[in-house]
């Protein structure tokens, strides 16, 4: 564990330290991401590239103020929920993180499930996603936050190699990229996919998941927050280059095709569509980055969620008193069995018609309402002193809590 009485100083020794940012970041890639991703260039092509890139800019923001808060107080952004909001919001968090459990447990196993079958065909897909998460369950229970890293690091290092060397390999057209990337375009009919597409690179509720990282790792106060702005960095630059990647090859080997996609199995046909261009070899690289993405996503919602319920939940028993979690005690280890059991169920049986609308209700909220918080938390000098929201984290947030308002409003508007 590092002290947090000696943070690092110089890009040798901050880049020594790199480890949870990427963690974070490589948690909230998942099937769902790329998915959203692949489907704009395939629609859009290459003058779409910019999505990611900005998608990526306003997760770090996000995720900054959450880190900021907790160097700032001692506390996790849960605990500071807990004693400021009222009951009924806390609550409706519970019933979120319940639902958000288990949609999101089954989504991940069943895209594993997917990667695994592409990959290797005699590997039935709810076999291969039982298999990954009760990989991941076993991993968890059994190993500490060290291992835990490096396997994330090993899975993420993984995926970004094989994505952005099969989009490397395809040779993309330097103007186009270039253009796609400082000149942001909003083709006719699109505005909503490409707001998805923003607002889906680099997770959701996993943001929470980085203070507890912090904690395992011993970052400590404010002297602490250039590099966790460091390591942040890190996480989501390498993030931004993934989607943009992913965007890349969708619209070089989509687009030109006219061929749309939706969910994972067009992810999977974009790979055999390589394959006929470059080869098994070609396929089988996307393919494992796919497996990648979605392996590495399900070992960090494994580790780090389980951690939101302990906290928040002993918190509430200790009316507001913060304590960090203990991942061998009982309510850790009970949410590891939760993502685990019942998603497995519905893995096997299919999802039920009103668990999905109450997650999407739910689930289309959370992002405004964590701008929104940290808008408000941020910007109290009596809790925040000097690292309060400055002009660029203020104007992050709010144009955070534009864009996820309006695909919050859109998406209950449909439901």
Not at 51 to 73: D, N, P, Y
Not at 271 to 295: C, H, I, S
Not at 389 to 400: E, F, K, M, Q, R
Request: glycine residues 14%; aromatic residues 10%; charged residues 10%.
């Amino acid at each position: 564990m590092s002290s947090s009485a000696s943070p690092p100083r110089g890009i040798r020794a901050l880049a020594g330290i790199v480890g949870p940012g990427i963690v974070v970041a490589a948690t909230g890639v998942g099937a769902g991401d790329m998915v959203a991703a692949a489907k704009a260039g395939a629609a859009y092509g290459m003058p779409v590239l910019w999505t990611a890139a900005v998608g990526a800019i306003l997760k770090f923001a996000l995720a900054e103020g959450v880190a900021r808060w907790q160097l700032a107080t001692g506390s996790t952004l849960l605990e500071g929920w807990g004693a400021r909001l009222g009951i009924v919001v806390q609550i409706l968090f519970l019933a979120y993180l319940a639902l958000w459990s288990l949609i999101v447990a089954a989504a991940l196993m069943a895209a594993c499930g997917l990667a695994t079958h592409a990959l290797i065909p005699a590997i039935p897909v709810a076999v291969g996603g039982a298999f990954h998460g009760l990989a991941a369950f076993a991993f968890v229970w059994f190993e500490g936050y060290g291992r835990f890293e490096t396997a994330m690091k090993i899975a993420a290092g993984t995926m970004f190699v094989a994505i952005l060397g099969t989009a490397a390999v395809q040779a993309p057209p330097l103007a186009e990229t270039l253009a796609g990337l400082t000149l942001p375009r909003v083709p006719a009919g699109s505005t909503l996919l490409l707001l998805g597409v923003v607002g889906g690179v680099g997770g959701t509720l996993t943001l929470l998941s980085y203070s507890y990282w912090m904690q395992e790792k011993g970052w400590e106060g404010a002297k602490w927050l250039p590099a966790v702005r460091f390591d942040l960095g890190v996480g989501y630059a390498l993030t931004g280059v993934f989607g943009v990647a992913l965007v890349s090859l969708a619209a070089g080997s989509l687009h030109p095709r006219g061929i749309a996609i939706s969910g994972s199995e067009g992810v999977l046909e974009m790979a055999q569509l390589l394959g006929a261009r470059f080869g098994r070899p070609g396929e089988l690289v996307f393919l494992v980055g796919f497996w990648g993405a979605v392996a590495s996503s399900t070992l960090g919602v494994w580790q780090g969620v389980p951690y939101l319920f302990a906290d928040y939940v002993g918190m509430m028993r200790r009316r507001g008193a913060p304590e960090r979690p203990d991942t061998r005690g009982r309510l850790y280890r009970g949410w590891l069995t939760v993502l685990t059991v019942p998603p497995m169920t519905l893995l096997l049986l299919g999802k039920p018609v009103w668990l999905v609308v109450a997650y999407a209700a739910l689930g289309a909220l959370f992002m405004p309402f964590l701008a929104a918080t940290l808008l408000w938390l941020n910007n109290r000098r009596d809790l925040v002193g000097d690292l309060r929201n400055g002009p660029l984290a203020n104007l992050a947030l709010v144009a955070c809590l534009a864009l996820f308002g309006y695909l919050a409003w859109t998406q209950l508007g449909r439901g």
